[in-house]
């Protein structure tokens, strides 16, 4: 069975149709990447999938049950994990604190403990303070665990933000874009970052990337979506030289 | 956010001054603020007579020096006599012991040496409050405007919506206290004979406050249920809403006494009864902040769909934050109704509302410390500076906007607030490094 399946799924902006007819299938460890244009609704795609949008129509079910209609919190408990293109990451908050905070559900001292701290909050606490300390180690992160965010460097932000993605304890990581903007030191210590979900977490991914170097490298399979639909679909290899492909992204050759 | 503007001057100039009180415990500075008081409560008369003061000054002689400038040097002396000089030498002296005492308490529970600490504090201000009762009515008043504007600061800074219902659940905490007490244990014109004792009813009094906290945590519903969807603005004028349909409600009904208000509330909040649930509402209120759980009350301001996609329930946080929040603007609400011993719906408006927003934003966002600072320094100013009359309206807005153009999220914005750090021991030696 695969661990996160979407049949036919379709969703419209009030008119205007952003999906049509998608599908997927992700298995256990399986590295899926998304390629297209820029306004193509990849970023929707994701968003429909974590519950911040409700598909019009179709089907989405992870690990065999129907998640349709469950809130982005539901969802991102059941082990839908991700990160954002722009971050969005806690301006006022410490690194330490934003990977704790994303152990949000694995609490339950509930506010009896958050009132009255009472033991089991302190256990708690330091449970999950102890887990986002391995986190951020596994990130290369943990000697920046007291500071806050924004005055970290982006390659360092972008790996607290995937430190942070890891805490809620996903199957699948959706990531938006994970290397947009860096530069090329920063993208051979993100690549690693890659490399160290896939092989310790064992995690399955689900990748938006420009960059074809890091598609070519880690997915396995890829998608090409252009206005919404997914014209091809195949090995980073065919992908790249579909003519459908260059076409999206190149325009059409004149023929003289 | 806060970039911290180092002046080596000033640092060089005050840093004598630092390292002349940086030995001294919180327990030292307690010690002799208790000396102090004691000194007032055996030498004060005598010494107000000799420096030909009317009497002794009950706000540190600023109303003196405001009111009547020929006594100018001797409300100085006074201060210098009674408080400055005595805290000084006796913190001073007992550094060393009171260093010792405060290892020992550091290696105990928290809890033993906060509560130490409490009782400390609680005798200082019962003395300080023997002296005169204007004392102790303001000191009262303070202490619940403490737990109000820390109320407030979970909604409007930890959580960073601009909510204008506070007076509205201060008025609901208030009339339920007032209704409960004064229906059951008081012979009312309105409310019909007591049901019960009045010796019982000593007792039930916090069964009361928090009846009172819980209606306004009900009320509180009305305003979080739609700050689910909208933000800002909007929410800002559905709790300004909110806050009005309290007070003409109230107006309405006359079985509580209409506009005319209700009084004859017994006279429960005694000043250890307001020390008691102030020193309950920072503890729960300085706990829940320091919580994952609080502190997604941040998360949820600085990035509602990230703190959503981190499994964070956001519905449920913002309606803990409000319900929190309104719970113990109810039962300061409950304590104040029981204070001044009457209520009326007038003075759960626009005013009040402008008093505890200033209280918060003055003192500092998202930071307990900045509500307790915040609370205590508009209290004592607008107290002190009275003799002013309507000049008081006059400094008081300008400190504020000097405050939001220097520190925009005030004095104390976004610290922690860490009771074993504040109780801490500090010997000298190892403080300069």
């Known amino acids: 069975m695969p661990l996160l399946q979407v049949k036919n799924m379709t969703h419209f902006f009030t008119g205007l149709r952003a999906v049509h007819n998608y599908n997927l299938e992700i298995n256990p460890g399986e590295i899926r990447g998304l390629i297209g244009p820029n306004g193509a609704g990849k970023t929707t795609i994701f968003n429909l999938l974590t519950g911040v949008l409700r598909p019009t129509e179709g089907e989405i079910t992870l690990e065999g049950t129907d998640i349709i209609g469950l809130r982005p919190h539901q969802i991102a408990a059941r082990g839908i994990g991700r990160t954002f293109q722009n971050m969005k990451l806690w301006r006022h908050m410490t690194v330490l604190e934003h990977v704790k905070m994303a152990h949000y559900s694995q609490l339950s001292y509930g506010l009896t403990g958050a009132f009255f701290g009472t033991k089991k909050r302190v256990r708690q606490e330091n449970e999950i303070e102890e887990h986002a300390h391995t986190l951020l180690a596994l990130m290369d992160a943990d000697q920046f665990a007291d500071q806050k965010v924004l005055n970290l460097p982006y390659g360092v932000q972008r790996r607290v933000e995937m430190a942070r993605a890891l805490a809620t304890r996903p199957k699948i990581l959706f990531l938006d874009e994970p290397t947009v903007g860096m530069t090329p030191e920063e993208l051979v210590g993100m690549m690693n970052v890659f490399r160290k979900i896939h092989n310790e977490l064992g995690l399955a991914i689900f990748l938006i990337e420009h960059r074809m170097k890091v598609v070519m490298e880690f997915c396995q399979r890829v998608q090409t979506l252009v206005f919404g639909e997914v014209i091809a679909e195949g090995t980073p290899d065919e992908i790249q030289n579909d003519p459908r492909v260059i076409e999206a992204y190149l325009g059409k050759e004149e023929v003289a | ?433």
Not at chain 2, 148 to 174: D, K, Q, R, V, W
Not at chain 2, 357 to 374: D, K, P, R, T
């Open chain 2, 1 to 433: 956010m806060e970039v911290k503007k180092s002046n080596p001057g000033n640092t060089k100039r005050f840093s004598g001054l630092r390292h002349f009180f940086s030995g001294i415990p919180a327990s030292g500075w307690l010690l002799a603020a208790f000396a102090a008081v004691l000194l007032e409560f055996y030498v004060g008369d005598p010494l107000t007579e000799i420096l030909g003061l009317p009497k002794i000054p009950a706000l540190f002689g600023i109303v003196i020096i405001l009111k009547k400038p020929h006594l100018i040097p001797g409300a100085f002396a006074y201060v210098g006599l009674i408080y400055l000089l005595p805290i000084i030498i006796v913190a001073k002296i007992t550094a060393p012991a009171t260093n010792w005492v405060s290892e020992k308490l550091d290696r105990m529970p928290l809890w033993f040496s906060a509560i130490l600490h409490l009782v400390l504090l609680y005798f200082v201000l019962e003395i300080w409050t023997d002296i005169s009762d204007y004392r102790l009515l303001m000191l009262k008043l303070t202490l619940i405007a403490i737990m109000i504007t820390l109320s407030l600061n979970i909604i409007n800074g930890y959580m960073g919506e601009f909510s204008c219902s506070h007076p509205g659940f201060i008025a609901l905490g208030a009339y339920v206290a007032s209704v409960f007490t004064v229906g059951l244990f008081v012979n009312d014109r309105l409310l019909g004979h007591a049901l019960l004792p009045q010796a019982l009813g000593q007792f039930l009094f916090p069964i009361g406050l928090i009846l009172g906290g819980l209606v306004a945590a009900v009320g509180a519903l009305i305003v979080a249920i739609p700050s689910f969807r909208t933000r800002g603005d909007y929410l800002a004028i559905i709790s300004l809403a909110f806050m009005f349909i309290v007070k003409s409600l109230i107006e309405n009904l006359e079985v509580v006494g209409g506009p005319r208000g209700l009084g004859g509330q017994p006279d429960w909040a005694t000043l250890p009864t307001v020390f008691v649930w102030a020193v309950l509402c920072v503890w729960t209120i300085n706990n829940f902040v320091e919580s994952t759980m609080g502190k997604a009350l941040n998360a949820v301001r600085d990035e509602e769909s990230a703190a959503d996609a981190m499994t964070v329930n956001t519905r449920k946080t913002k309606m803990i934050a409000f319900m929190f929040g309104a719970f113990w603007a109810g039962v300061g609400g409950g304590l104040f109704a029981h204070v001044l011993r009457y209520v009326n719906p007038g003075t759960f408006g626009i005013k009040k509302l402008a008093e505890v927003l200033a209280m918060v934003y003055f003192g500092g966002l998202n930071s307990v410390f900045g509500s307790i600072v915040g609370a205590v320094s508009f209290n004592l100013l607008s107290e002190a500076l009275r003799p002013l009359e309507i000049f008081k309206w006059i400094i008081i807005p300008v400190l504020l906007i000097l405050v939001m153009i220097y520190r925009p999220t005030g004095l104390i914005a976004f610290k922690h607030f860490n009771v074993k750090k504040i109780l801490r021991p500090r010997p000298g030696s190892k403080e300069r490094v």
